[in-house]
């Protein structure tokens, strides 16, 4: 079993930065790939950043040059800087971990950009 935990969401104006923080625990050697999705109001959860075991990175088009995902093996982290961030990139952020065929969710923090 994982258990995945974010931090770091908040308010934050447009053009301004966050990093949020997934503390992963529990069965996390089999994991071979994480991700960030996002889910803003009436829309669908999208995955916006994804990284894997050897360390491989991807992003939606939409954030590209402007989030960086990136793990922390010590403390078992995987973080999301986001900078230049715009009122689009409202949503509520969830972290991914893929192991064995099975995924796991956090509970979501909310990112707020204001105008």
């Known amino acids: 079993q994982v258990q995945l935990r974010e931090s770091g969401g908040g308010l934050v104006q447009a053009g301004g930065s966050l990093r949020l923080s997934c503390a992963a625990s529990?069965?996390?050697?089999?994991?071979?790939?994480w991700r960030w999705y996002r889910q803003a109001p009436g829309k669908q959860r999208d995955v916006v950043a994804t990284?894997?075991?050897?360390?491989?990175?991807d992003y939606t088009y939409s954030v590209k040059d402007r989030y960086t995902i990136s793990r922390d093996r010590t403390k078992n982290t995987v973080d999301l800087q986001m900078n230049s961030l715009k009122p689009d990139d409202t949503a509520v952020y969830y972290c991914n971990a893929y192991q064995l065929g099975v995924e796991y969710w956090g509970q979501g923090t909310q990112v707020t950009v204001s105008s």
């Open positions: 529990g069965s996390i050697v089999n994991i071979n790939m």
């Open positions: 990284i894997t075991a050897g360390g491989s990175t």
